[in-house]
């Protein structure tokens, strides 16, 4: 075995081949560079079509057991079918020679093609009609308005409204009432039935 198959390095990355969709462009892909040496490597990245690609580091040290995200970024709209390439170069630090070298591919792909892992790619569901929507809204709002509802409505109110014609705890004539003292209630209690009236008066006369 020579001196330099001795030196070679392999240079391990997350995938061979990064896919962009015609109706992708300016968006981002991520190639992942592994180090498992247990020494520092330097890293060079070539590209073939620097006009249609733009790659954020081609140059710098990765350190021993550690890994560099690679974005690569296609800046034009390339015909499906189009493959360029990024060749990227590796070398232990401080040796000026490339240890290593491997081949990445750029490849343009239709916008319905399946992604890497063999999956469509999922477009958002339509959105629904303006009258869809609106018919779905009332009739949501009219859940409240059924007429079990409405009538459970009107028996609440006309409690709240008794417990307001109930005598009230502390009034002068008091002792002159015909109503049971189970049915005299307080100032508190009556803000409170009070309040449950105004709200129950708002559900029920509001336009449907």
């Not at 890994?67 to 800046?75: K, N, Y």
């Not at 990024?86 to 020679?97: Q, V, Y």
């Not at 009432?177 to 009236?197: D, E, G």
């Amino acid at each position: 075995m020579s001196g330099a198959d001795e030196d070679a390095l392999p240079v391990l990355l997350s995938t061979t081949e990064l896919q962009f969709r015609y109706s992708e462009k300016s968006l981002a892909k991520i190639v992942t560079l592994y180090n498992p040496f247990g020494h520092a490597i330097t890293y060079k990245i070539l590209c073939t079509a620097t006009r249609n690609y733009t790659v954020n580091e081609t140059t710098g040290t990765l350190q021993a057991k550690c890994r560099l995200d690679i974005v690569v970024r296609c800046i034009q709209r390339l015909p499906v079918g189009n493959i360029d390439k990024l060749k990227i170069e590796i070398a232990k630090k401080g040796t000026p020679s490339s240890c290593g070298s491997t081949v990445l591919n750029l490849l343009t792909v239709s916008s319905d093609a399946p992604d890497q892992e063999g999956q469509q790619v999922q477009r958002p569901a339509p959105a629904p009609p303006a009258n869809q929507m609106t018919s779905s809204m009332m009739s949501e709002r009219g859940n409240d308005r059924n007429p079990h509802n409405m009538w459970l409505w009107v028996l609440i109110g006309l409690c709240c409204a008794f417990a307001l014609l109930c005598p009230t705890i502390g009034d002068a004539d008091l002792d002159k009432s015909s109503i049971p003292p189970t049915f005299h209630l307080t100032s508190q209690q009556k803000l409170v039935a009070a309040y449950i009236l105004g709200i129950i008066s708002a559900l029920v006369l509001r336009p449907a």
